[in-house]
């Protein structure tokens, strides 16, 4: 059993002035791993002034100095990844296959950062005016359990990039995650300050970073609700505010798609991270006609699914990350019987022998309506929503019809018609035939899905404010010399 009793405040591991100690459960078993005492409002206090003091000499920084800060950062967590990987499946729970992804994406996030400092314009052109791309400060980044080390560093390496110094707020379920890679980041030996990690609430150490002055923006990714609070608190400093929510993300099938191999697609889509994603494509929009055909595959598909440990090599669906978020999908599936949606396969309860943790059935509903909540709102868990459409505008309308617009998926046989229909989803990305990784394209959502982009150029311009210098080249006259 591990006990967390340390914070990383000013280049050191320091013992947080919070008390108050959380128990972590290995989502598995139900066992309890660890425990980690929680910063508080003192702690984020603190770690805002050495970011602050730090800042002056950061954001002075050149770039070949930030390029090799990054290119250590990125080599310190891939020395370090075997234990990264098994220290998230063991306290979060993701597949071996998905920890391994996040843990390359991770460190890959510091030499994209590296190329996006090679390639970004910070000083541009306007007319007459010079403006140049200035950093904004001390940067909040709050982050979500869902995939602890990619927000981290993600977000880190831009800010970085940017010229800020950062006070990161992990999710305190992630507490052993944080630990292990806030020692590979202290690694490589940025200058103290640069970057401060205190992992506690987010009614205390959130709301700190949301309402000190000394903050001059927040990142944010989690649920839409909390997206809110965040930028009500934000704006009485006018903080800027990178907000990435909640999703409903719809799959539109054509009615000329290759089903053999969409509909296994579809639902990789709606239950990768064991469903706990906000870009999961939750709500599957099929022909009315093609429909006893989708059902069929669907069942066949979802017999496929390996739920089980999810160290072993072959697992597809672990368990949900608390006995709190499994009620919560359990919650779900018995309201999706109660408004009239016909159960296809899974269900309430544990899938069968899986009952030592928190594992839920791969669940999957037909004959939902949009005005259904279980196709309405986030869930958070693998159960998906089958929706039926007779023209490919209702298709359209379906997919559109709802307070989010993160994610969007077309299959279709025609590329072109699938195209179409991608350029109509009100969404920020849209993936067409099939499931893509691209960290330099903008992520981010419309409408209750949040404000701004995360990734590459686009996310970089979120961290930057453009400083317009007009006459700097007018030369000074011995009349106007002081």
């Given amino acids: ?93 993701g597949t071996r296959r998905m920890c391994s992804a996040t843990v390359a994406r991770s460190a890959n996030s510091f030499l994209l950062a590296i190329e996006l400092l090679e390639t970004f314009d910070f000083v541009r052109q306007a007319g007459t005016a010079r403006v140049t791309m200035e950093p904004l400060g001390v940067v909040g980044l709050i982050t979500p359990w869902n995939a602890n080390y990619g927000f981290i560093c993600s977000k880190l390496a831009t800010a970085l990039v940017a010229g800020s110094t950062t006070v990161i707020k992990p999710s305190e379920l992630s507490a052993m995650q944080t630990r292990l890679l806030t020692q590979c980041l202290h690694e490589a030996g940025l200058p103290p300050g640069v970057f401060n990690i205190v992992t506690g609430r987010g009614d205390t150490v959130g709301a700190e970073i949301t309402h000190h002055p000394d903050i001059a923006k927040i990142s944010f990714t989690g649920s839409t609700a909390v997206g809110k609070q965040i930028a009500r608190g934000a704006v009485d400093t006018m903080k800027r505010v990178t907000l990435e929510l909640g999703g409903k993300s719809p799959n539109i099938l054509l009615d000329d798609a290759d089903l053999e191999t969409a509909i296994p697609q579809a639902l990789t889509a709606a239950y990768f991270n064991n469903g706990q994603a906000c870009l999961a494509a939750t709500r599957l929009i099929v022909p009315e006609r093609r429909l006893e055909e ?67 059935k791969p669940t999957v509903f037909v004959n939902v309506t949009n005005d259904m909540r279980i196709a309405r709102e986030e869930i ?78 686009y ?21 106007t010399q002081r």
């Fill in 380 to 457: 958070f868990g693998p159960v998906l929503s089958i929706l039926t459409y007779r023209t490919e505008e209702e298709a359209i309308d379906i997919a559109n019809d709802t307070v989010y617009g993160l994610h969007g998926y077309v299959s279709g046989a025609d590329r072109e018609r699938a195209n179409r229909v991608a350029s109509q989803i009100v969404a920020g990305r849209v993936f067409i035939n099939g499931l893509y990784d691209e960290p330099r394209a903008p992520f981010g959502g419309f409408k209750q899905s949040g404000i701004g982009r995360e990734f590459g150029p």
């Fill in 294 to 360: 989708v059902k069929m595959l669907v069942r066949k598909a979802v017999a496929a699914i390996k739920v089980g440990h999810p160290g072993d090599e072959d697992t597809m669906l672990g368990p949900l990350v608390t006995q709190k978020q499994y009620e919560r999908v359990q919650s779900y599936i018995r309201l999706g019987i109660e408004e009239g949606a016909e159960l296809l396969t899974g269900g309430e309860g544990h899938p069968e022998g899986m009952d030592h943790g928190y594992f839920v």
């Fill in 1 to 93: 059993m591990q006990h967390i009793n340390e914070i990383y405040i000013n280049g050191r591991f320091v013992q947080p002035h919070g008390t108050e100690v959380m128990e972590l459960i290995n989502p598995s078993d139900k066992t309890v791993i660890g425990a980690a005492r929680l910063a508080d409002e003192e702690d984020a206090r603190q770690a805002i002034a050495a970011a602050k003091a730090a800042y002056k000499t950061w954001s002075r920084s050149s770039r070949q100095e930030r390029a090799a800060y990054l290119q250590a950062m990125h080599d310190a967590v891939q020395r370090r990844a075997p234990e990264l990987v098994d220290v998230m499946i063991r306290e979060y729970g």
């Fill in 459 to 479: 996310g970089l311009e979120a961290y930057v404010e453009p400083k317009a210098i007009i006459g700097y080249d007018v030369p000074v006259h011995e009349n």
